[in-house]
């Protein structure tokens, strides 16, 4: 005689024979996290991921019941990090992701990782536009003049980027196709590097992050053309947005996500995190503390950040391949 177990009658037949599969399971879910939460930041100490996972840490801890640290992994435009997130399978690993982790693939298809199916989404961080920059000496003085220098001297127009791939790289890459223009990328070892060629008039033009640009804007030592988003920036007040000035393709942000490797974390571990994470970020400690770095809060459920990963995904891979960008 052949027996045929339904699920259902599986599952009664584990109930009764005492084996307590399922309440067990249960109850190590609801008991998560069993251990320090680590998340790791792929850059290194002391720029706005690692300072914004500082302060998730701290807030997220007495909510979680575990301390949480940070743990930096800089190298390979992050992709060191990335990696060491993915491959971790104990359950109490995450990620601060930012627009790199998902940029690196379509610059090299071999990196050793997909920003898709090897993450779980647990949810957006923060968001920070980057400000299109030229210096005070240049007698550019709105983006208009900006896009008729670029389209009166192909080839001559430079402009400074963080490294070959960054986000401000990619940005002054959509620039030039939106207004067809031929510019000249120059890329430095990070936006500390550039800044002095771009004060002293070297370089024409730049999308930089606020927090890199803002004292050197409020010193009249840069001249802010735009904001690469819709909504204006309190930080900059009167700096129009590229929206606003007929560039929508333009508006590109910094933004940070919390990822846990995929499959490394129960549903019910995920639903816990993301609710703790809504919770903090919607703090006014967090919202104060986030407004000292420059960027600002968002609150997206699971769900939500997935599709958006998805679609940034997209993104970047088509603008990477239209505008001929390689790794550098």
Known sequence: MTLRFTRRAALGWLAASGAGVLPFTSHAQAEWPTKTVRIIVPFAPGGGA???????????????GQ???????????SAIGVMAAAQARDGHTL??????????????PQIGYDPIADFDAVGMVSDQPLVLVVPASSPIRSMQELVAQAKARPGQLSAGNSGTGTLAH???EIFAGQVGAEIVPVAYKGESAL???????????GFLNLPSVAPHIKAGKLRALAVSSSQPVAELPGVPTVTSLGYPA??????????APHGSMAPAALARLEAAL?????????????????VAPVVMDRQATARFLQAETRRYADIVKSRGIKAG
């Open 50 to 64: 690692d300072s914004s996972a500082r302060v998730l840490g701290d807030l997220l801890a007495p909510l979680l």
């Open 67 to 77: 301390a949480v640290i940070v743990e930096n992994k800089p190298g390979a435009g």
């Open 95 to 108: 990620l601060m992701a930012s627009n790199s982790m998902i940029i690196n693939p379509a610059l090299n």
């Open 170 to 172: 990619i940005a002054s």
């Open 195 to 205: 800044m002095p060629d771009l004060i002293s008039g070297l370089l024409g033009f």
């Open 250 to 259: 333009l508006e590109v942000r910094g933004w940070a996500a919390l990822l």
């Open 278 to 294: 809504a919770k903090v970020l919607a703090s006014e400690t967090v919202k104060s503390k986030f407004a000292m770095l420059n």
